[in-house]
């Protein structure tokens, strides 16, 4: 955005204080984001807020546009400073985005600067917290995701195992099958199946100190 002077919006006033700006949050700098495509909405907050109870419809709708625009933004949760990208982020000509922004409440209400890698950015406290639950959402999912996958690992290799003609004392047992999977884990790479995993399999025998011999029918 180019320097603005005085607007009656206190979020968008821009002041040379010579104060830095503070960072932007760094997890949600660094954090992974695939996948996001849902955002949650605090309706009974925004319809409390100023923005929806003093502001004109256009300004509204033009505010509404920029935090579902945010949600698609490197960082995420950010707008950037420079008025002409905004405009072309909400597809308005520059001016009516100036039009906008010369309202006594703005489009802008409550964003204000942060620095990303010495860089200005727009944020919005309300935003970046949405951002954080969507980070911790996706977390989430992604921990049970993974854990869901280890456990039917465990349940394959306990299969195969039997299969192979381990002793089912042996088999049964969570830790050995679990100690059996971090070194296949470690040494093993491909399909666990044929040939070349029973050679493997094998080896693995031999490490544990398990006289074994796998014979197929």
């Not at 605090?42 to 920029?66: K, P």
């Not at 802008?108 to 639950?133: M, N, T």
């Not at 999912?141 to 690992?153: I, M, Q, V, W």
Request: hydrophobic share 40%.
């Amino acid at each position: 955005m180019t320097a603005l002077t005085e607007r009656r919006d206190a979020a968008v006033v821009e002041i040379e204080t010579g104060a830095p700006l503070p960072d932007y949050p760094v997890e949600l700098v660094a954090g992974d984001f695939t996948g996001h495509k849902f955002v949650m909405m605090h309706h009974v907050l925004y319809f409390q807020s100023r923005l929806h109870t003093r502001a004109d419809l256009d300004v509204r709708g033009a505010a509404l546009e920029l935090f579902m625009v945010c949600q698609q933004r490197t960082p995420l949760g950010t707008l950037p400073v420079d008025e002409e990208e905004i405009a072309q982020l909400i597809r308005v000509p520059l001016p009516t985005w100036r039009s906008l922004m010369n309202r006594k409440i703005t489009p802008l209400h409550k964003w204000s600067r942060y620095q990303v890698d010495g860089e200005p950015v727009f944020g919005h406290k309300v935003v970046i917290d949405v951002c954080r639950a969507a980070l911790t959402a996706s977390e989430a999912r992604k921990a049970r995701s993974s854990g869901e996958s280890e456990r039917n690992k465990l349940k394959t290799l306990k299969r195969l195992l039997s299969e192979a003609g381990v002793p089912h004392e042996l088999v049964d047992d969570p830790d050995f099958v679990i100690r059996c999977h971090d070194w296949l884990t470690k040494n093993f790479t491909g399909r666990r199946q044929g040939a070349r995993f029973d050679a493997v399999l094998q080896q693995l025998f031999r490490v544990a100190g398990i006289e074994h011999r796998i014979i197929r029918d």
